[in-house]
Nanobody
Framework: QVQLVESGGGLVQAGGSLRLSCAAS????????MGWYRQAPGKQRELVVK???????NTADSVKGRFTISRDNAKNTVYLQMNSLLPEDTAVYYC???????????????WGQGTQVTVSS
């Protein structure tokens, strides 16, 4: 069983910072990309930022210059440093990992349970 466990959400004032963490555990052969998505009330889930095992990043325009993703491949962990937070960043943030459980498996997407980030104005 693969588990993605997130931590670090909470309530912060506009302009503040939060750091999210997500650790993948269980039977894992390899992880391709890891990243973060978010879903605000009444909206679809959207990509925030993603990082491949080689370090390439795909970042949503809305968070460029404010959010930074990093990854510790040895720990199967990804971090999201969020600075200069805005009320519109309020959402449930979901960790995502595209991984292969065993060497012969195809790459599948796994998700964390989500962590709430609330930014007050």
């Amino acid at each position: 069983q693969v588990q993605l466990v997130e931590s670090g959400g909470g309530l912060v004032q506009a302009g503040g910072s939060l750091r999210l963490s997500c650790a993948a555990s269980g039977t894992i052969f390899s992880i391709d990309a890891m990243g973060w998505y978010r879903q605000a009330p009444g909206k679809q889930r959207e990509l925030v930022v993603k990082i491949t095992s080689g370090g390439s990043r795909n970042t949503a325009d809305s968070v460029k210059g404010r959010f930074t993703i990093s990854r510790d491949n040895a720990k199967n962990t990804v971090y999201l440093q969020m600075n200069s937070l805005l009320p519109e960043d309020t959402a449930v943030y979901y960790c995502n990992a595209d991984l292969r459980v065993r060497v012969w498996d195809i790459i599948r997407a796994y998700w964390g349970q989500g962590t709430q980030v609330t930014v007050s104005s």
